[in-house]
């Protein structure tokens, strides 16, 4: 049976992943931030910290302080409320038509509207992308990046990479993933050559360059201008939680874009930030950046999405201050 806090857990990790946020909070809730474990993810932080308060029943402090910020936020408020509920897939709830019986004419049928096939060189082409993209280790926490340029430039999160200093005792490990036999993959590590930093806190991206020459083994994921549109599909190679590589591969569909963002249902995880997000034909169309509950633009209403900054934006401005990748 599931914990009756992984909602809240996973909603709070998304609005607080950064641990100077996390305390504020807490000290907010009348806590002392001294009095809990805040090492590794935003994710083991809150499940640990959850689980503490709900022994000592002080997870109301928390709530009241987190929806002074966030006074829509539905998860939020139903644990406020003390009914906490589960809520379910958007796939819930529609009942196939094939459970109403078929015939003949129904045996093979795209079932969408429009076709998920894909040619089998599809595995092969992202398993090859993936490669460019690693896990970084940073005094902010976990995230993830990806070599854009065969100069060895890498592009992940402000919040990932807030300053020039964070960056410069950050670490990225290439090839931190499993085997097809489930065994640890022979992963590198590389330290973060801060003479190039480029950021831009209101779009949250940083540009840095990566010491040595990882794009020589690695390779690179080049950087074009692409459209994007509801309802098209999209996938994100990430380190989720700090973990092993993953890719995201259900539930893929676009929900939402503009000039700046585009939204989708795709699953990340605190540690996902800085992650590309790829098209079908594994181009780069945006840099994951938040997830959660988030307001929808132009809408105002709380979506449970995951966002990314449209590749075309950060372009733009690479463009516009002659930044040559």
Do not use: C
């Amino acid at each position: 049976m599931s914990w009756r806090y992984t909602p809240l857990v996973d909603t709070l990790s998304g609005l607080y992943y950064r641990t100077v946020t996390i305390e504020t909070l807490i000290i907010q809730a009348g806590l002392s931030p001294g009095d809990y474990n805040l090492d590794g993810s935003a994710h083991v932080v809150w499940t640990l910290l959850i689980n503490d308060l709900e022994l000592k029943d002080h997870i109301q402090p928390i709530l009241d302080a987190a929806l002074k910020k966030f006074p829509d936020n539905p998860v939020l408020l139903d644990y406020r409320h003390q009914q906490p509920v589960i809520r379910k897939s958007v796939y819930a709830g529609k009942q196939p038509v094939w459970k109403n019986g078929f015939n003949k004419d129904q045996f093979e049928k795209i079932t969408g509207e429009q076709s998920t096939l894909l040619p089998v060189s599809f595995l092969e082409t992202g398993l090859q992308r993936s490669m460019s993209v690693a896990r970084i280790i940073s005094l902010e926490g976990m995230g993830t990046g990806f070599l854009v340029s065969e100069a060895n430039l890498f592009l992940t999160n402000n919040h990932v990479f807030p300053t020039k200093e964070v960056a410069a005792t950050s670490k990225v490990q290439f090839n931190y993933q499993k085997t097809v036999s489930g065994n640890d993959a022979a992963s590198q590590t590389f330290d973060v050559d801060s003479s190039i930093f480029h950021t831009s806190e209101e779009d949250d991206w940083t540009l840095v360059r990566i010491a040595g020459d990882p794009a020589k083994t690695f390779g690179f994921l080049t950087l074009q201008k692409k459209e994007i549109k509801a309802d098209d599909f999209v996938n994100i190679i990430q380190h989720p939680g700090g973990e092993y590589k993953k890719i995201g591969l259900y539930h893929n569909v676009v929900t939402h874009t503009d000039n700046n963002v585009i939204q989708y249902l795709t699953d990340t995880m605190p540690g996902s930030s800085g992650s590309p997000v790829f098209n079908s034909s594994w181009e780069v169309v945006a840099l994951h950046h938040s997830g959660g509950w988030l307001e929808e633009p132009g809408g105002g209403k709380p979506v449970l999405r995951n966002e990314g900054i449209r590749m075309n934006k950060i372009l733009a401005f690479f463009e516009a201050n002659s930044i040559q990748l």
